[in-house]
């Protein structure tokens, strides 16, 4: 029984590391949990409770390729932030897991710039902690 209990939470973590990590290539998005989940259920793999987590995703993603169009990507963004919510953006942005700072900058108005890198399948839950922090007003663009 913990046998199965561990192996359920190893599945729960491959998933929501390929939630987070992995697009669509076809669509550029992220694929839902959901989606993942139905996949693994159709090709029935198997989760060793004793493998790390990155093992397991390479298994897993190596037997999903074939049913679901699969890529791991980071995107990167420029981001600016208006004076009113610079302290906050910077907080939060800079505090955000797996969100890595290529370059920041502070500019002589008070505003705040940075560069940012993150995994693609988490651009949506960027965007929303950046659009609460500055209630809309941050300028966000997608840097090639």
């Known amino acids: 029984e913990q ?29 839902p949990p959901q989606r993942i989940e139905l996949a693994l259920e159709e090709i029935r793999i198997n989760f060793d409770p004793f493998k790390s987590v990155d093992a397991l995703v390479k298994e897993t993603v190596k037997a999903l390729r074939p049913i679901l169009p699969i890529r791991f990507a980071e ?6 932030i208006p004076p009113d919510y610079a302290a906050r953006g910077y907080g939060e942005i800079a505090g955000a ?5 290529e370059r920041e900058e502070w500019q002589a108005d008070g505003s705040w710039i940075c560069i940012v890198k993150i995994p693609a399948g988490m ?18 663009r997608i840097i090639e």
């Open 3 to 31: 046998r199965k209990a561990r192996s359920e939470e190893k599945k729960r973590q491959v998933i929501t590391y390929i939630a987070r990590n992995a697009i669509n290539p076809q669509t550029d998005l992220p694929h």
């Open 75 to 80: 995107k990167r963004f420029a981001v600016k």
């Open 97 to 101: 897991p797996l969100v890595t700072m």
């Open 123 to 140: 651009q949506e839950e960027f965007f929303s902690v950046v659009n609460r922090v500055s209630k809309g007003d941050a300028e966000v």
